[in-house]
C-alpha cells in the first residue's frame, strides 16, 4: 500500500513540476518574451499540456488509485486521504478529455493572448472574435466531455470554485446587486465627495517602484523566493513557492494603481510563499481554489490596505516618497481619498463596492455565452447595455468595454465569480480574525504585518486543499460563507466616509 | 516510407520544443530566478531531462528508424537523408544511457551551476571541489556508456565539435604553442606599446547599454525576436530562432567588455536567428557545432569588430557616446588600444593571440582529468603552474584560476577546444570571403553589415548540420581546417601593431 501510496506521488510531483514550468513559460510570455517568439510559445504550451494530459491519464495512475481505492481510508493518514482523493478528481476529469482537445486550447489560450494584445491596442474586437469563438466553443467541448448531463458553465465555474454552481451563486448575487445598486447610488449623490486631486499629479515610476517594493517587504514577501516586475495586466504567476512572482503596472500619472496591485499580489504571492512544507509539490499541498486566492490577495489590498489604520502607518512614508504631491496631506484625508467610489469602466480599477457589479455583468454574460443566449457578436453591445444599467456609464470603446480583460483571452471562462467570493471570504476571514485579536486595527497601525501573515499562513494557508472551502469557513469563521459581512462591512465604512443617513 | 518520416519529424520536433523550452528555463535561471529557486529550478530541468530521455528512446523511434533504413536514401532528398542520419546518431547514442544518469546529469548541472556561483563569490574552491568530482564521476560513466573503447575525453569533445579527438587536436594545439608562446613574447618585449588610457575612466552603465543595442541592431539582431540582459557570465541561449537570448554584464570602469560581450553574442544570435525556415524544429536545421557557432560569434567579435574599417565607421558614435573619454582618440589610436595583447588571468578578458593560450590550459587539464593524471584536488595547483608556464602569469587566488569559468559547473567537458577551433574557423570563413568580396572592408567601413550578415546567412546558417564541418569549410573555403590562415592573421596584425621586425 505505501508503496502504491509512493509510486503515485512521485508521479504526480512530475507533474508538478511540469506544471510548474508551465507556470514559468507564462510568465515569461507575460512578462518579457519577444513579440515575435509568440508562435513558438503556443508551441511549447501545447507540448507541455499534451505531455501532462498524458501522464495524469496514464494507466499506471488508475491502476494504483484502484489499489489504494481497495484499501482507503484504513492506514492513511489526513493528509494521505485527502491526496488520494484530489488525484482520483483529477484522474477521473482527466481521462474523459481527448489529448487533442487539451493541446489545442492550450495552443489558442497561448496565441489568442497574442491576438487579444494586439485587438486591444487597436481597439478591434472583430479581430479578436474569431478567437474567442473558437475558445468558447473548444470549453463547450470540454464541458460536454467531463459531464454531458451538466450545464457547461457549472462545469467551468466548478474548474476554479470547486462545488459552486450557478444556482449558488445567482441568490447570492441577487442579494448584492439589491443591497448594492443603491448604496452605489447613495455614494454618487451624496454632498459629501472627498477630495483626491492630491493623488493625480506627477509620480515618478522609479520611485512607485521602491516604493511598492517597501510595502511589499513590509507585508511579508520574500524576495529571494519572488521576484516582482510588470506586465500588462498585473498577476501572480512563476513556479513554485521558492519562485513567485508578482507583477504591477506603472502610470506616472498615478501611483494609487501601481501600489494596490503590488499589495493585491502581494497578498497571493504570500499563499504560495505560505504553503505547507510537507510534499509541496503534491495536489493536496496546492492553494485551494481560486476564490480563497483571491481571499487572501483581497485581504491586504482591501482589509488591511485600504483601512485607515493602514494609512496611519504609512503616512510618513507616503509623504517621504511624494513631498510635492502629498503636503499637508493627513490619513484620514488620504484613506478617504483612496477609498473613493465611483462607477468606472474598468474592473481593475474599480473600488470595492462598485466591483460586484463588474463581476455580476460578467457572470451575466458568461451565463449567457454558454446557454446560448448570447453569440460572440452580440457581446460588445450586451457588455455595454449592462454596464449601463448597472453602473450608469456606457463605454465608448471596446477598449473600455468587452476587450478590457485578459481572461477569455487564455479559455479561462467561470473565472470572475471568484473575485467577488473571493472579497466575501476575505471580509468573513477579516472579521473571525478581529474577533480573535481584537488589537487587529492595533496591529495594522504599528506596522506588525508579520503577525498578520502568520494568522494567514496558520489557518489557511499551510492547509492546502485538505479541507473544502465550506469546511475551511466553518473552521476558521464558525460558519459557512455569509454575504452579510460583506453587505455590512461596505455599508458600515462607505456610509461614514460618504456621510450617508442612517437607515431608519 | 513517408508517412513514418512524417510520424518520425513529429517526434522529433516535440523533442526539439522540450529542448528549446529547457533553453529558456536555463535562460532564466541564469537571469532572473530568485536564488531561493535553485533547488525547484535543478528538479524542473531533470524532469524536462528525462522526459527528453524517455521520448528520445522510446522503442518507437527505433522502429520507425529502422522502418526508413530499409530503404534509405531512396526516394529522401537531401535534407531528410540528413535528418534521418542525424536522429539515427542521437537515439543510438541516447539508447546506451541509464535514465538515471541523465537525470543526476540534469540536475546536479543545475545545482552545481549555484554552487559554483557562491564558490565563486566566496573564493572558495574547496565549496565546489565535490561537485565537481561528482561531475566528472558522471561524464566518466556517460562516455563509457557511449563507447567503453573509446578514451572518455574523445567521447566528450566529440558532444561539441562532432568528429574532432585528441589525435586531430593535439597537433594542431601543438603548431599553436609553437608559433604564439614566440609572438606574446615578442609582443611582451616591443618597446612599443599603444596607449590604452582612454579606455579606462568612468562608463555609464545606461550609454554602454545603449550602445551596445544600437550596434546590436545594425550589425543585424531583431529585437522582435530576441532579448539583451545581464548575466554574470555573458552568453546566447534562449528558445527557438524566433527568441534569442543574448546576455552582457557591465562595469562602469570600462565600456569594451561589455561592447565586444555583446557583439560576440550577436554573432551567435545571428547564426541561431538565420537558420533555415524549412521545419526548423527539426535536427537537421539546428547550428552544427560548436566550434562552427563560435566562429559566428568570433567572425563578428573579431574579424570584422576589431579591424581598423570598425573604428573608422564607429569613432563617432563611440566619441559622441563618451566624449569626455574618448576626446581627441581618433580611429587607429582606438583600433591600436582594443587590440592590446597582454597576459590576463581570465580567459573571457584575453585577447585573440594569448586567447588560445587559455584554451590549451583548459584542454590539457581537461585531458589529464578524464585519463586519470590529474585529482581534483590538484587542480588549481596544476592551473596555476600551466598560467605560469604559458602567460607567466600566476593567479593569487582560484577566482582568477581555477574557479572562474561556468562550463565545467554544468557538466560541460570538452566544450573549451571549440573556442579556438571557432577562432580557427572564422579566420579562414573571413579569408575566403575577402577573396570573393575584395570590397569587404569597404563595407564594414560604410557600415554595410547587412551585406556581411547575408553572406554569412546564405553559406553558414541556413545550411544547418546539412553538411560535417570538413565539408562545410571545403565548400566555404575550398579546403579543410588550415591553422595557417588563423597564423598568419595574427602574425600580421600584431607585427604591425607593435612594429616588430619583420622576419629574416
Known amino acids: 500500500m505505501h508503496e502504491a501510496y509512493e509510486k503515485l506521488s512521485r508521479k504526480m510531483e512530475e507533474l508538478g513540476q511540469l506544471e510548474q514550468i508551465s507556470g514559468i513559460l507564462h510568465w515569461d510570455q507575460e512578462v518579457i518574451m519577444p513579440s515575435g517568439a509568440a508562435q513558438a510559445r503556443a508551441g511549447h504550451l501545447s507540448v ?20 489504494l481505492d481497495s484499501q482507503f481510508p484504513n492506514g492513511f493518514d489526513n493528509f494521505q486521504q485527502c491526496n488520494i482523493q484530489e488525484i482520483r478528481r483529477r484522474y477521473d476529469r ?3 478529455i481527448p489529448v487533442d482537445l487539451v493541446q489545442e486550447l492550450a495552443e489558442l489560450g497561448s496565441r489568442g ?28 467541448q470540454w464541458a460536454h466531455h467531463i459531464d454531458p448531463h451538466c450545464p457547461p458553465y ?17 441568490p447570492i448575487f441577487d442579494v448584492l446587486k439589491a443591497e448594492l445598486v443603491p448604496l452605489i447610488r447613495s455614494i454618487q449623490e451624496s454632498s459629501y465627495q472627498p477630495d483626491v486631486s492630491f ?10 517602484e521602491a516604493l511598492g517594493r517597501t510595502i511589499s517587504e513590509e507585508l511579508g514577501f520574500d524576495f529571494d523566493k519572488g521576484r516582482m516586475d510588470i506586465s500588462v495586466h498585473p498577476f501572480c504567476g512563476g513556479g513554485d513557492p521558492t519562485d513567485v512572482r508578482i507583477t504591477t503596472r506603472y502610470g506616472s500619472d498615478n501611483f494609487m494603481e501601481s501600489l494596490f496591485a503590488v499589495i493585491h499580489e502581494t497578498g497571493h504571492a504570500l499563499y504560495e510563499q505560505g504553503r505547507m512544507e510537507r510534499d509541496r509539490a503534491l495536489p493536496v499541498s496546492e492553494a485551494l481554489t481560486t476564490g480563497i486566492h483571491e481571499s487572501q490577495s483581497l485581504f491586504w489590498e482591501r482589509m488591511i490596505s485600504k483601512q485607515k489604520a493602514f494609512c496611519d502607518y504609512y503616512m510618513d512614508l507616503f509623504r517621504k516618497t511624494f ?3 502629498l503636503k499637508g496631506v493627513d490619513s484620514e484625508a488620504f484613506y478617504e481619498a483612496i477609498n ?24 451575466e454574460i458568461e451565463k449567457g455565452i454558454f446557454d446560448g443566449t448570447y453569440a460572440v457578436s452580440d457581446l460588445p453591445e450586451v457588455w455595454n447595455n449592462k454596464m449601463s444599467d448597472y453602473l450608469g456609464i456606457r463605454p465608448a470603446t471596446d477598449v473600455e468595454g468587452i476587450l478590457q480583460d485578459v481572461h477569455w483571452s487564455g479559455g479561462a471562462f467561470g473565472y470572475f465569480p471568484s473575485y467577488t467570493f473571493g472579497a466575501m471570504y476575505a471580509c468573513q476571514f477579516y472579521n473571525a480574525f478581529k474577533k480573535e485579536a481584537p488589537g487587529l486595527e492595533d496591529w495594522v497601525r504599528n506596522g506588525k504585518f508579520q503577525s498578520i501573515k502568520e494568522w494567514l499562513n496558520r489557518n489557511i494557508h499551510v492547509k492546502g486543499k485538505l479541507l473544502s472551502t465550506e469546511n ?3 473552521e476558521v469563521t464558525g460558519e459557512g460563507l455569509n454575504p452579510e459581512y460583506f453587505i455590512a462591512y461596505l455599508k458600515n465604512k462607505y456610509d461614514k466616509i460618504y456621510r450617508l443617513k442612517p437607515k431608519a
Chains 1, 2 share one sequence.
Open 48 to 67: 507541455l499540456a499534451g505531455i501532462q494530459h498524458q501522464k495524469l491519464t496514464d494507466p499506471s495512475i488508475g491502476q494504483l488509485l484502484d489499489q
Open 94 to 96: 482527466e481521462i474523459k
Open 113 to 140: 493572448h497574442h491576438i487579444w494584445v494586439k485587438a486591444r491596442q487597436e481597439n478591434k474586437f472583430s479581430e479578436f472574435a474569431p478567437v474567442l469563438e473558437r475558445l468558447i466553443e473548444l470549453k463547450k
Open 154 to 170: 457549472d462545469i467551468l465555474i466548478d474548474d476554479y470554485e470547486r462545488g459552486l454552481t450557478m444556482k449558488q451563486v445567482d
Open 199 to 208: 493623488l493625480q499629479g506627477e509620480f515618478s515610476v522609479e520611485k512607485q
Open 323 to 325: 513631498p510635492d504631491n
Open 340 to 363: 473613493v467610489s465611483r462607477p468606472s469602466f474598468i474592473r481593475v480599477e474599480s473600488d470595492e463596492v462598485t466591483y460586484p457589479m463588474h463581476i455580476i455583468l460578467r457572470y
Open 472 to 474: 475551511l469557513l466553518k
